[in-house]
């Protein structure tokens, strides 16, 4: 739950509980390569995720389509058709248009009993593509049933035949625009509908309906980057988002809907100290609040030196250190505090995030190489501890974590290599 999903400009969110945030319906197509924010990135572009955030693009629609079937063992099959169409706007030979949409599904036996699987997606899109912006308006609905013996409860109720099985509906409507302008300067904008619809059963040979769960989501965001006249530049990021949850089981804690805001605001400063090497200073702060929690102001510093080595090649060095905060979703504070597989804890606190990392970057048109080390203290972290009951309740709980990553990679011809080493 501390990692967060990132579409354009907007955190994808989930009201019930972060596993959710994965549920994604939408064609690898139309997104662009997975970028990872953290330390500063993540505070500055991310939302209610205080470690992480996986964040796409959203990509030019290509003229082309393709089809898949395929087959295994244990009753495999799977099927896939996308196909997309493009064209000229009007008289206009700078704007183009074009329509995409895909449909995906699967289902297997497993590869023991009742681990069985089915699994639907259809996504569409149209998209208004000018020199300098890009709109995109996106319709996407996908279905998913699997099963697994002590899927989640592992072999805590054994003498209860745990033959667990859950069935997920999720809804995503919507709307990206971005434009670039000036030198370096750009902001995008994305507005979208989420609806997850869950139902969970313990045991699947005895269905019942105490675990249905629905949440809604509307969420508002715009991010970007202003390049001023001179030395001076301004990241900037704010995402709203109200949620709401109608359930059989999580509607015992003190609300069932919540309003979230963030505003980030990373002013830099770029200073020249040689003709080819720069030091670039970011220092700012984020907002993060909601109607049902308090809120806190959170810094982000960043100092790095930049340095052109020669013609396509530059190193960088910098140290950051960066705040997060994170409001936990219902599947932790809205249940019963007494009863049920996962307890709840309706007084559990805000979680905090403090990042502290250094790093080396070294690239050119031939190769590049990435080096850094951090430690993040996470204060208040919500986690399923094991209680003398057997059950499992929701704590929070103080954690420190220290890494360190090597990233290469290297390209010549048609032959690409990557090598990467990390450490927790």
């Known amino acids: 739950e501390n990692t967060g999903i990132s579409v354009g400009s907007a955190v994808l969110h989930d009201a019930q509980t972060g596993h959710y945030y994965t549920e994604l319906p939408i064609a690898p197509e139309m997104l662009g390569e997975p970028i990872v924010l953290t330390g500063v ?5 991310g939302f209610n995720s205080s470690v992480g955030t996986v964040s796409y693009s959203w ?4 003229k082309g389509g393709s089809l898949t079937v395929g087959g295994g063992d244990h009753d495999l099959n799977f099927q896939r058709i996308h196909n997309a169409i493009t064209g000229a706007f009007g008289d206009s030979e700078d704007w183009t248009w074009g329509a995409e949409i895909e449909n995906s599904r699967s289902e297997s036996d497993g590869t023991i009993s009742f681990s069985d699987h089915s699994f639907e997606r259809t996504s569409g899109r149209i998209q208004l593509l000018g020199p300098d912006s890009q709109t995109d308006l996106f319709v996407g609905y996908q279905h998913k049933k699997f099963g697994q013996y002590g899927m989640y409860t592992g072999d805590l109720y054994t003498a209860f035949n745990p033959y667990e099985f859950e069935n997920i509906k999720t809804r995503l409507f919507l709307f990206n625009h971005r434009l670039d302008y000036g030198y370096d300067s750009l902001w995008e904008v994305t507005a979208y509908h989420r609806r997850n619809s869950d139902h969970y059963y313990f045991n699947r040979f005895s269905p019942d309906n105490r675990f249905v769960h629905e949440t809604k989501v509307n969420a508002l965001s715009m991010s970007g980057l202003h390049e001023f006249d001179g030395p001076f530049a301004l990241h900037y990021g704010m995402q709203s988002t109200s949620d709401e ?8 804690g003190p609300f069932i809907s919540r309003n979230y805001y963030k505003v980030s605001l990373l002013p830099e400063y770029r200073y020249e100290v040689a003709k080819d090497a720069d030091i670039i200073l970011k220092a700012g702060a984020s907002w993060e609040d909601t109607n049902r929690n308090i809120g806190r102001i959170s810094p982000v510093v960043e100092i790095s ?10 190193e960088r060095i910098y140290i950051s250190y960066a705040e997060s905060v994170q409001f936990i979703g219902y599947g932790a504070v809205g249940g019963s505090e007494t009863s049920g ?3 709840s804890n309706h007084d559990l606190d805000r979680e905090t995030s403090r990042n502290i990392e250094v790093g080396y970057q070294l690239e050119n048109k031939m190769w590049t190489f990435h080096a850094s080390a951090f430690h993040r203290w996470d204060d208040n972290l919500a986690d399923w501890t094991y209680t003398g009951t057997g059950a499992r309740s929701a704590e929070n709980l103080d954690l420190e974590t220290s890494g360190v990553e090597f990233l290469g990679s290297g ?6 290599t990557i090598l990467s080493y990390g450490y927790l």
């Open 41 to 45: 990135d993540n505070a500055l572009r």
């Open 59 to 62: 990509s030019e629609i290509t």
């Open 305 to 314: 030196r930049l340095k052109e080595i020669n013609s396509g090649s530059s």
């Open 245 to 252: 949850i109608e359930s059989t089981a999580l509607m015992n």
């Open 341 to 343: 597989l996962f307890r």
């Open 411 to 416: 390209e010549w011809d048609s032959l690409q």
